[in-house]
Nanobody
Framework: QVQLVESGGGLVQPGGSLRLSCAASGIVFSLYNMAWYRQAPGKQRELVAGTTSGGRINYADSVKGRFTLSRDNSKNTVSLEMNSLKSEDTAVYYC????????????WGRGTQVTVSS
């Protein structure tokens, strides 16, 4: 069974920090591109940060310098360290796993709510 399980969401004050984690099972983790997406009410889901199976990392312009993505292939996890949080970061954050070797395989976690409010 393929599972992506997000954790670490919660309520934080503006300027605060939060660390999200995604634990993957049922896949050969090291072969997958891993990413964090988010979706705010009334908006489309957007890419926050992603890392390729080769280790390249990219960030959305809105989070560059504030968020840091990391992956640990030995633990089958990918994390998102979020600093200097703003109210506009409020969203449900989803873990995504994707690979295109022979065919496309893509999986999504259920999401974890992040709320930034005073």
């Amino acid at each position: 069974q393929v599972q992506l399980v997000e954790s670490g969401g919660g309520l934080v004050q503006p300027g605060g920090s939060l660390r999200l984690s995604c634990a993957a099972s049922g896949i050969v983790f090291s072969l997958y591109n891993m990413a964090w997406y988010r979706q705010a009410p009334g908006k489309q889901r957007e890419l926050v940060a992603g890392t390729t199976s080769g280790g390249r990392i990219n960030y959305a312009d809105s989070v560059k310098g504030r968020f840091t993505l990391s992956r640990d292939n030995s633990k089958n996890t990918v994390s998102l360290e979020m600093n200097s949080l703003k109210s506009e970061d409020t969203a449900v954050y989803y873990c995504n796993a994707k690979q295109l070797i022979a065919t496309l395989w893509e999986y999504w976690g259920r999401g974890t709510q992040v709320t930034v409010s005073s």
